[in-house]
């Protein structure tokens, strides 16, 4: 970071951005003539070095004309180092809940220029803080995302024509704000800005000059097919030990690639595994596709510079965060080479799975998690974890990821590189991210990157961990710790049409969802069914909006219900509530008529009741289950199957048929929500 301007110099940025100014005259002694003024109170701000937050200081103060000499002599008396005054015309306006606010520019590492708005005046950081963090903040990365003023909690009271106004105001700051973030400024503070006579005026101000900005040179991405699709690979790092990493790998990849495939960089051996072993990366042939490197990350640095010139691609499994400085230098050397050098993922990474590549350098055994088959469900896990990410490939089977990649400690390949190669792949339909931070202008990456797919017809959720905000430290920003890591990822997140999860569980059940059921349209028609009223409720409380039953649907149900015996007992609605009682011809039918009007059908079922067979004993030809099944080809289905474990293999037979599963109705309305939600 820079330093702060001083107030003289800070308060020249208003008219470069083209806002307008009270009138103001500078004074470095008591006496001052404030004729130019004209205003029937004025407002005296003292300037000393570091003196940014003036109300705090009581270094700002509210008077008349003839009591400006005292204020500025009481100033001087308990502040120190004061160089001067600052005298401005008192400006009036209207004052009213949202009528100041505070407009921040600034330069990010992650997404570059943000602008942020919220809540201004004196208490800006107490009153952002009550609103809900959805709403507190407006947060922008260029004028087409200014939209969010219509829905800002802190506008309510605000006149449209004003709001109308304040977006007009916005648009036409942005390209000025543009030439100066981050060329000579780091950020712009704006507080209070308000809405005067004269149009959209600043009240005060905070400059911070910026230092020089360097952009990473961008990686030959094309490699990445060759990463993802390789045919000749090498290894480094396969000891006799049957569960070391580099042996499992090897035995990934035999199982989908021939041995004449791989080379492997063993001294004192000249075939493992009918595979040819080379002593040293110098011996290694030339133009391969990809290397995985096995070996601790002292000896993988000792090996790289070597492997420069070999691959196209690199996959380092080593961590050790101490070595990413020396690895991002020889990477950045081979990048002035001709070929551009090698694409590096890792280091600390688990592995990659590509289906259409028969890729598997997942360095688990395959007792412990199924090895890669041709299953394809058609999304992509991108994690930075890899624990996670095999722990969620564990938890979504028997569904299978086209792409399972993860990416460590990002020390050349990131997330949006991945997202471009993989988001062009017309078999992979959503993304799946767990994100514990981004480099130097990666997060503004995956945002674009996240729009193209969204535009695309694609999906894309992001967990973010790492949710502790780093910009809450001592800052002399408010908007610092207003807009921690968090906060300004969500937002500006969801504006690119990304899913933000809010746990880990959701994860999984938007995956579950994503890749089981066809493309909801824009506004779906939803019908929830249940033997439990309970479920019923649940659904309801979070917020799902149900459709009613049309009238030639309803009368089939009320058939539907006589047949049954139980006419008069149960109320046709949505949610449908047909009790225990419902034995499984008529909890199928019923199932069968909502799907006739409704684009989806969320099915609850408490398994304990007598009347459904939901037990393996009890299943025949004419059961719920093999009726749920039946239904479900349709991929309009979820179920919900609530009690323990006595009833798992009623939910791995409806999994088996690609139904997707949940233990509880609250999570199922949520996965549901996250996957429609972002068409809205």
């Not at 919220?118 to 507190?136: K, R, V």
């Not at 055994?365 to 890669?372: G, T």
């Not at 719920?624 to 991929?635: A, C, D, E, M, N």
Request: glycine letters at 6%.
């Amino acid at each position: 970071m820079g330093i702060w301007l001083d107030d003289q110099h800070a308060w020249q940025v208003p008219s470069q951005l083209g806002l307008a100014t009270p009138k103001m005259i500078w004074v470095d002694r008591d006496e001052a003539d404030l004729s130019p003024l004209q205003s029937d109170c004025v407002v005296v701000k003292a300037m000393a070095p570091g003196l940014l937050h003036k109300v705090k200081a009581g270094a700002l103060e509210i008077v008349k004309p003839s009591e400006v000499k005292k204020t500025m002599a009481r100033m001087r008396g308990r502040l120190s180092n004061v160089k001067g005054f600052g005298i401005f015309e008192y400006v009036t306006h209207d004052f009213h809940w949202g009528s100041e606010l505070l407009l921040s520019f600034k330069w990010t590492r992650e997404y570059g220029l943000v602008g942020i708005l919220a809540m201004g005046g004196s208490h800006a950081e107490s009153i952002t803080a009550s609103f809900n963090p959805a709403n507190a903040l407006g947060v922008f990365r260029s004028p087409k995302d200014i939209d969010f003023l219509e829905s800002l909690a802190a506008l309510k009271a605000t006149p449209p024509e004003t709001i109308h106004s304040l977006a007009s105001c916005l648009r036409q700051l942005w390209p000025n704000v543009a030439d100066l973030i981050p060329n000579s400024l780091f950020e712009i503070e704006i507080n209070p800005l308000i809405h005067s006579k004269h149009g959209w005026m600043a009240l005060d101000i905070l400059a911070q000059t910026s230092e020089p900005v360097t952009t990473p040179p961008d990686r030959p991405k094309q490699k990445i097919h060759r990463l993802l699709r390789p045919q000749k690979m090498a290894i480094i790092g396969v000891s006799s030990q049957p569960q070391s990493p580099g042996r499992i790998i090897l035995n990934q990849l035999l199982q989908h690639h021939k041995p004449h495939q791989i080379t492997i960089v063993k001294p004192g051996a000249r075939e493992l595994d009918g595979c040819k072993c080379v002593a040293e990366v110098s011996a290694l042939p030339e133009d391969l596709d990809t290397v995985v490197v096995a070996i601790p990350a002292v000896k993988a640095q000792e090996s790289l510079p070597s492997l420069m010139d070999k691959t196209a691609s690199v996959i380092l499994i080593p961590g050790g965060s101490d070595s990413d400085g020396f690895l991002r230098d020889i990477i950045q050397k081979s990048r002035s080479k001709d070929n551009g050098g090698p694409v590096v993922n890792g280091p600390n990474s688990l592995g990659i799975r590509s289906v259409p590549g028969r890729l598997d350098t997942l360095f688990l055994p395959s007792h412990k998690l199924p090895s890669l088959t041709r299953r394809d469900d058609g999304f992509a896990i991108l994690s930075q974890s890899g624990a996670y990410m095999a722990a969620l490939l564990d938890q979504l089977s028997p569904l299978a990821p086209r792409y399972a990649i993860s990416l460590g400690n990002q020390v050349d390949l990131t997330f949006s590189d991945f997202l471009d190669v993989c988001g062009a792949d017309p078999l992979c339909e959503a993304f799946a991210l767990y994100v514990e931070g981004f480099q130097q202008d990666g997060g503004r990456k995956v945002l674009d990157a996240a729009r193209s797919l969204r535009d695309g017809g694609k999906m894309i959720a992001v967990y973010r961990a790492s949710r502790t905000p780093a910009g809450q430290q001592a800052s002399a920003s408010h908007t610092t710790s207003m807009a921690g890591d968090y906060r300004l990822f969500e937002q500006l997140a969801r504006q690119a049409g990304i899913v933000v999860m809010e746990n880990l569980d959701d994860m999984a059940d938007w995956l579950t969802v994503v890749s089981c059921l066809d493309p909801l349209p824009r506004d779906p028609r939803i019908a929830v069914i249940s033997n439990a009223g309970f479920e019923c409720v649940a659904a309801a409380d979070q917020g799902l909006a149900l459709a009613p039953i049309e009238a030639h649907l309803e009368e089939k149900l009320r058939r539907l219900l006589t047949n049954c015996r139980l006419q008069g007992l149960v109320k046709i609605d949505n949610p449908f509530d047909v009790t225990p009682m419902m034995n499984d011809a008529c909890f199928a039918e019923a199932v069968a008529v909502l799907l006739e009007q409704y684009d989806f059908v969320v099915v609850g079922c408490v398994p304990l009741t007598p009347a459904l067979a939901t037990l393996p004993e009890e299943w025949r030809d004419t059961d719920i289950v093999q009726s749920l099944q039946q239904l479900g080809t349709h991929r309009r289905m979820i179920t919900v199957i609530e009690g323990g474990p006595r009833y798992q293999p009623m939910r791995d037979a409806l999994k088996s048929t690609n139904i997707p599963v949940f233990n509880r109705m609250d999570r199922a309305v949520r996965a549901l929500q996250s996957f429609f939600h972002p068409l809205n």
